[in-house]
Structure formats: structure tokens, C-alpha cells
């Protein structure tokens, strides 16, 4: 298929250049960083619930597949996140703890 091409030829381009020391502090996310909050700190948290016009996502009752498809096809003002961003089993981790969690405290004004 097309698609699934072009992924593998932009895979075999950029998978080097990540592995350059010039590149090592940005890739997407740090092994130690798997855990669904830093994720959520990393790649949603500085937006939702941060800068106006993107909702606070937690404690809202969105369920797992909603945060699933709009993290994979964007939304106006939102960024669409690629599999080489954010891998199917760290959007998957991140979607599971964002459905269950409480609206957070709201920091004092
Ligand atoms: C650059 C800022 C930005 C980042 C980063 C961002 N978003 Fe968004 N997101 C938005 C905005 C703005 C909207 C509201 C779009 C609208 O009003 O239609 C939105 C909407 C959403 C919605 C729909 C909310 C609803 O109530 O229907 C979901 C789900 C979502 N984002 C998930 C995520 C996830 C998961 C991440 C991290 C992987 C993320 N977003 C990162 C800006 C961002």
C-alpha cells in the first residue's frame, strides 16, 4: 500500500538522524518517560488546560478511542501526532489515564 510505503521510507530517512548526538535531546519522548503523566506533560499538558482555546481533557469523560483518533487526526489549533512522535502503545497508556482521571484541582488564582 501507498501509505504504508511512504511510512517506511520516512522511517529509514528519519531513524538516523535520531540516532545523531546533535539530535539526542529531542526525540520525542526519553525511554524513562513511558509513564502516561510525563507523557501527558510532554506532548498534551503544555496545551490542554494551559493555554486558552485547548481544553483541560481530564476528569471530562472523554473515552480512550476519542483521545485515540483526535491525537491521530488533529483538530483545529491542534496538532496531529504521528506514530514517530507518540507510539500506539504510549497513546494508548496516555489515552487510558486521561479517560480515568479526575478534573484536577484548579491551582489558586
Ligand atoms: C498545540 C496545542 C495542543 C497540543 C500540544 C495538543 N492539543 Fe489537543 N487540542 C488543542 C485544541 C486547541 C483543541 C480544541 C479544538 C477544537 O476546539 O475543536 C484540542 C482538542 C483536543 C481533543 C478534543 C477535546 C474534546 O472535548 O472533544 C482531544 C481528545 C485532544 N485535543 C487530545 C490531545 C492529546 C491526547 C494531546 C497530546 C498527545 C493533545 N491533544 C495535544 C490543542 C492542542
Known amino acids: 500500500m501507498k501509505t ?3 511510512v517506511a521510507a520516512v522511517a529509514l530517512v528519519v ?3 535520531l540516532a545523531l548526538p546533535v539530535f539526542a535531546q529531542k526525540p520525542p519522548l526519553k525511554a524513562s518517560a ?3 503523566d510525563a507523557i501527558w ?3 498534551c499538558g503544555y496545551c490542554h488546560g ?3 482555546g485547548a481544553p483541560e481533557l481530564r476528569g471530562i469523560g472523554l473515552s480512550e478511542e476519542a483521545v485515540v483518533t483526535v ?3 488533529g483538530a483545529p489549533g491542534m496538532p496531529v501526532f504521528h506514530a514517530s512522535e507518540i507510539s500506539d502503545a504510549d497513546l494508548r497508556v496516555l489515552a487510558r489515564w486521561i ?3 479526575p478534573t484536577p484541582v484548579k491551582a489558586a488564582p
Open 4 to 6: 504504508s510505503s511512504l
Open 15 to 17: 531513524t538516523p538522524v
Open 34 to 36: 513511558h509513564k502516561p
Open 41 to 43: 506533560r510532554a506532548t
Open 50 to 52: 494551559s493555554v486558552p
Open 71 to 73: 491525537a491521530r487526526q
Open 99 to 101: 479517560a480515568k482521571q
